[in-house]
């Protein structure tokens, strides 16, 4: 079969892309909670923020053909949802470049990777987007000037909450292998943590007094799975959080919109935080021990090459103390 030409493959790529986000995007769609299409929770942010870390730069059509397929069907105009779409696509180009050029990488295997990820991807990154479409909304006056703060929080909240969902377990994925020859309790600690993830992701999100119970389980998933549990109930505490809130359920009911923005953010953010920024800490320290095992391991060796060479020249030695001392005894006793 004749490999693929570049550009076929580069075409294929772009279109894998679209499709991607354009599914994630009809998944944050159902949690719309301004002009059914502005969402608390917007998964095609974390996709589209993967693909040039991933991918490259260079298949930036596909997130823009993928946000504009999204948003041709909610409108307002045509021009407004080029802007919308050339904003989605400019805001993680823009914070996956600010990443690489302050030494970022996608592994999430050091602590500065995770922080900039956070700060960079979920903070700055989706500010870009969330400002320049709602500015497009109020000009086009499909939004009240009045409305333009509200509106470009839940904006700037579900992008966010997308970018530390879901771009992280992206990242995770090539590198995703499944486990071998797992014990039965292993797999039922892994059982036992999913059932306590959505228990306290249902207790945190009906009341506020419940909040703390999701970090013990947050650690325990860190500690035993790694990134991926952690990261995982992370996306499940965001997940429940969020349709509480879009729902009006639990502390989220009494409050007015942006309030009730700001509390889903400053919480899933925390969660989000932890999960990710703890995990990282425990895969270092694993690695950093897995280099202290190899280097005491080579030391071992060479310690045991000097020895049994230092063990044969002692050998050699003594032979020829004892051939020099026959050889003396023979020319004495002639």
Known sequence: MRPLS?????????LGVTVCYFVAGRIGIQWAIVREQISPLWP???V?????????PRFWPGIFLGALLTNVALGPSLGMVLVISAGN?????????????????????????????????AIGGTAVSAALGTGVLVLDGA????????????????????????????LLAPRFRLPKQVSLVRWGEAAALALFAIGTAILASTTTSKLFLVFPVLVWA?????????????LCVCTFTIVAAVRELGP???????????????????????????????LQRDRATAEIADAWRQITEMVDLISAR????SAMTQRDDETQAACSSRKRSR
Do not use: K
Not at 48 to 56: K, Q, Y
Not at 91 to 108: K, Q, S
Not at 310 to 313: H, I, K
């Open 89 to 121: 696509t400019i805001g993680p180009l823009l914070a996956y470049a600010v990443m690489r050029g302050l030494g970022g990488r996608n592994r999430l295997d050091r602590l500065p990777d995770a922080v900039l990820l956070v700060v960079v991807g």
């Open 6 to 14: 570049p550009a076929a493959r580069w075409c294929l790529i772009v």
């Open 310 to 313: 230092q063990s044969l020249r």
């Open 252 to 282: 989220y009911g009494s409050s007015e919109l942006a309030a009730r923005m700001l509390h889903v953010q400053a919480f899933d953010a925390t969660v989000g935080l932890t999960a990710l920024v703890l995990s990282t800490i425990v």
């Open 44 to 46: 095609a942010a974390g």
């Open 222 to 234: 860190a500690l035993r799975f790694r990134q991926a549990g952690a990261l995982l109930c992370s």
């Open 143 to 170: 939004l009240g000037p009045w409305d333009f703060w509200t509106t470009a929080l839940v904006w700037w909240t579900g992008d966010a909450m997308g970018v530390l969902t879901i771009t992280p377990l992206l």
């Open 48 to 56: 589209a923020l993967a693909v040039p870390m991933l991918l490259g």
